[in-house]
């Protein structure tokens, strides 16, 4: 049986990963900090609802030892990386906090994957690591040397450093390019969640760049679908290194005005909305180009937003109340 190890477990991506790896009989086991960055008790109250039977070990991937004991302990077959500091604004004010768990973090996972002949590595990246950017949609070969923020200069490393490992240890290593991902049990901190919760109490919306911005909105199930499709097919050993990197996003730029709206609806009532100047560290504009990853292992997003959205409002209403 396959035993596969997911860090950041409690987290939105990471709880949904590991219901489906249940579901489909894999030996699943989890690591997450329960860090404070948004509040644990929807981490836990998200472990118990998706994956209830999960053993999931409180840990913090920036410590080393504890880290290198836990995987000793489990012996994975494979491993999904989701353990991060998350956020691009959030990395402006609290940089330390993407040096530890981002790079520091991301050292110690794969050098205890090598050091315990983990037969897979698959760790989430991010869209924003094409920062600056302007050909769309994005592709795997473009370049990505001017990240807009640090938490996108995290991500890059990550995959060089996937790289390097895969190149000298010959460990298969898969990196992921999460574009805007979505869905119930989602981040507090995120637009589809703080704009979803604010329409349903009447509070007013902060919409950057006086709305001129267009993201490429993913759900969590086709994310989830991504996840494990490309578990399933590690890169093979020829060529400098085995390590892969893909997008996973929906290919179809959504304007925030027509995000809203489709809130505005599942919400039944209209949103208030207060308009802001850009942000520093985001981007006007993310796009998927998802060809690489559909002809290795079949990915295609299929949920659009006006399929997607109301379960996000139907899920802050039960979870938060109406008044969200």
Not at 98 to 113: K, P, S
Not at 191 to 196: E, H
Not at 303 to 314: M, R
């Amino acid at each position: 049986m396959r035993r596969v190890l997911v860090t950041g477990a409690a987290g939105f991506i990471g709880a949904h990963v590991a219901r489906a790896l249940q579901a489909r009989g894999d030996a699943v086991f989890g690591l997450d900090s329960f860090d404070a960055y948004y509040a644990p008790s929807l981490k836990r109250d998200r472990v118990a609802a998706l994956c209830p039977d999960l053993p999931v070990r409180v840990l913090d991937i920036a410590d080393a030892a504890a880290l290198d004991a836990a995987v000793d302990e489990v012996g994975p077959t494979h491993l999904v990386h989701l353990a991060a500091q998350a956020g691009v604004r959030y990395s402006i004010t609290r940089p330390q906090a993407y040096l530890q768990a981002n790079l520091v973090g991301f050292g110690n996972v794969i050098e205890a994957c090598r050091r315990h002949a983990v037969r897979h590595l698959v760790y989430a990246s991010s869209s924003s690591v094409y920062g600056a950017g302007t050909t769309t949609p994005f592709s795997e070969d473009q370049r990505v040397d001017a990240p807009l923020s640090l938490y996108a200069a995290t991500k890059h490393a990550n995959e060089l450093m996937a790289h390097s490992y895969a190149h000298l240890y010959r460990i298969p290593t898969t990196g992921l390019r999460f574009f805007t991902v979505y869905g119930p049990w989602g981040r507090p901190d995120m637009a589809p969640l703080l704009f979803a919760r604010a329409v349903l109490a009447g509070r007013p919306i902060q919409v950057f760049n006086h709305g001129r911005l267009r993201r490429d909105f993913t759900h969590i199930d086709d994310i989830v679908g991504g996840v494990l499709g490309a578990l399933d097919h590690p890169p093979d050993d020829a060529g400098v290194a085995p390590h892969r990197l893909f997008n996973l996003g929906n290919s179809v730029p959504v304007e925030l005005e027509r995000f809203i709206a489709v809130i505005e609806q599942a919400a039944g009532r209209a949103a208030v909305k207060d308009y802001r100047p850009m942000q520093p560290g985001d981007m006007l504009e993310t796009a998927a180009n998802t060809a690489a990853a559909e002809a290795a292992f079949g990915f295609r997003a299929g949920i659009a937003i006006e399929e997607g959205l109301p379960g996000v409002v139907e899920w802050c209403r039960t979870y938060y109340g109406e008044d969200a």
